[in-house]
C-alpha cells in the first residue's frame, strides 16, 4: 500500500467537492463515506444525486466547527488529505478493512488517536475499489493542533503493518527501498487518462520506453542508437555542451499532437545518457574463426551459457554485478521478437516488458560484469537464430527469470515477484510454441537400442537423483540424439552429460531432459578434446563421479561410445 499525505490549505468543501464528483474522465463512481468520526454524519453520495449539494454544505460545516471555535487560533492549511492506495494485485478490500485500515493510520499519525475523544474530525471517502481518501481538519477538541508530526513516516510504518495483517502486497521501505523499488518511472494519471482517451493500451511514456530499449539493444553505439530510435519514427532531439560535446537527448511521439519531449532519465534511471554510454562501452567482442583458429562461436549459445551462469551470480555478486546481469538480459530479451517468428512476437514482447519491472531496481550496475552477454547480443543481429536456437536460448532464460522470481520473494519486493510472474507466463508460452518441433527432429536420430542403453547407465552414474524422472519424460528421446550427434563430433558422451548437469541446478526446470538436451547440444558444438586429453580425464580422479552424481566421469566411460554401442 502506497500513502499520498498533502495540505490542500484552508478549503474543506474544494476538497470534499472533488472526491464525491465524477472526477476528469469519469473515474470515480460510487462514491461514498466508509468511515468518519461520528456514524451520524451526511454521507452527499455521488455529485448527481439528489440532495448532494446540500449534503455536501453540511458535512464542510461539520468538519469545519472546531476550525471555527478556534478562531485565529486555528493552523494555517487546516486540512489534512491523505490518500492510501492498494496494490494493483490486490484483492478488492470491503469497505469496513477500508474503515479499519483508516481507523489505524490516523491513529499512527496523531490526527485521530484511538481512545481520545477530543482528536480530530475526520471522513474517509471511497470513489475506486482500489484507494480511499481520508479528510481530516486539524483542530481538536481542545482547540489545539494535533501532534501530527513526521506523519508520513509514521503512516508507512503503519502500513507495513497493516499488509502483513491483511495478506497485502508489501511494499519495500526504510533502507531497502532504494534496492527495491523499480527503476522504470511510472505514468502520470494525466498520462494514464489521455493514452484512453486516445485508444491506447499504453501510455506516451511507456511507448517511447519500450521503443528506446528495442533500439539500445540493437544499437552498436550512440550514433546507431539514435538512428534506430528515428527509423523507429520518433523525433529525437540532442543537447551538446559549449565544447561539443553531447550532454543528453530526448524523445517524443510522432503521432501524440504537439509533442510532449522525456528525456532518458524520465523514462527509466538507466536510460539517461551516461548510463547508456556506459553499456554501449561494455560489450566484449565475441572471437571470430580468423583470431581463434576455430569456427566462431554462435552468440545465441554464448547468450545461453551466460544467462545460465546468471542465477549464480544472483546469490553470490553484489548489486552492481547482479543489476548488470539483469540489465543486459532484459535487454536481450526486448531483441528476441525481432529474431522469433511472428507467432512468437506478442509474448516476447510482454515478457520483456514485464522483466523490465521485475529486475530492475535503483541499485547502479557495474556494466563490466556482463560483457560477455552484451557482446553475444551485439553479435545476434549479424546471425539470427534457428528454431533450435531460439528454443535453447528460452530454456536458460525461464530458468533465469524464476531465479530473479525467488530472489525478489527471499527480499519481499511483492510487486517484483508479480512482475517475474507475468514474464514466467509469456516466455513458458512462447517456449511452448517453438520447442516442440525441435525436439521432434532431433527424436527423429533416436539411436541404436545398445547406445540408448549405454547412455542410461551414464545417466543413472552421473545424476542419480534425476535419472528415473529424466527416463519417462517425453524429451529422452530428444537427449539420447543429442548425446549421440556430440559423440559423432567426438565428446565423449559421458563427459559431456556431466558438464550439462553441472551448468545448473535442475530442480526448478520442468523438464530436466530438455535442459539437459539445449545444454548438451550447446557443449557438442565445441571442439572435441583429443585423445590425450580424454586420457588425462581417465586419470584425473577429479573427474570421477560421487554418490550423488557430483564432479567426473565414471571412469568405465572413460572410452568414446560409438554410434553401435562397442568401444572405439
Known sequence: MIANIVKPGNHTYGVLAYLFDKGRANEHTDQHIVASWDDFIPDPGPSDSPGHKQRLGQLTQALDLRVKQAGDKAPEGHVWHCSIRAAPQDRILTDAEWATITRRVLHATGIAPDGDPDGCRWVAVRHAEDHIHIVATKVRGDLRPPRNWNDYHRAMTELTAIEEDFGLTRVVRGPQAAAGTSAVKRSTRAEEEKAKRQGHDKTARERLRHTVRTALSHAKDLDEFFNLLADAGLQVETRTLPSGDLQGYKVALPDDGPPIWFSGSSLANDLSLPQIRQRLAAAEALPTAASSGRHRPSPWHVATAAAERIPHHLAHTDDGAVQAHLTVFGEVLYTLPAHAPASLQA????????????????????????????????????????????????????????????RNTLHHHDRQVAAARQALTHLQAAYDLIAPASLAALAGRYPPDSTVHQYTRALHEVLPRHAEQILTENAWPALTA?????????????????QAAQRGPLDDARSASEVLVWRVQRLGDRHAPGPGARAAQGRDPRTR????????????????????????
Open 482 to 498: 543429442t548425446l549421440a550427434a556430440a559423440e559423432a563430433a567426438g565428446h565423449n558422451p559421458a563427459t559431456v552429460l556431466q
Open 347 to 406: 509474448d516476447l514482447d510482454r515478457a520483456a516488458m514485464a522483466f523490465e519491472h521485475a529486475a530492475h531496481t535503483r541499485a547502479r550496475a557495474d556494466h563490466q560484469h556482463a560483457r560477455a552477454l552484451r557482446g553475444a547480443l551485439k553479435a545476434m543481429r549479424y546471425q539470427p537464430a534457428d528454431h533450435t536456437g531460439l528454443a535453447m536460448f528460452l530454456d536458460a532464460a525461464i530458468l533465469v527469470v524464476l531465479a530473479v522470481q525467488r
Open 545 to 568: 563421479p560421487t554418490s550423488q552424481g557430483g564432479i567426473g566421469t565414471p571412469a568405465v566411460y572413460a572410452p568414446s561410445l560409438s554410434r553401435t554401442g562397442r568401444s572405439r
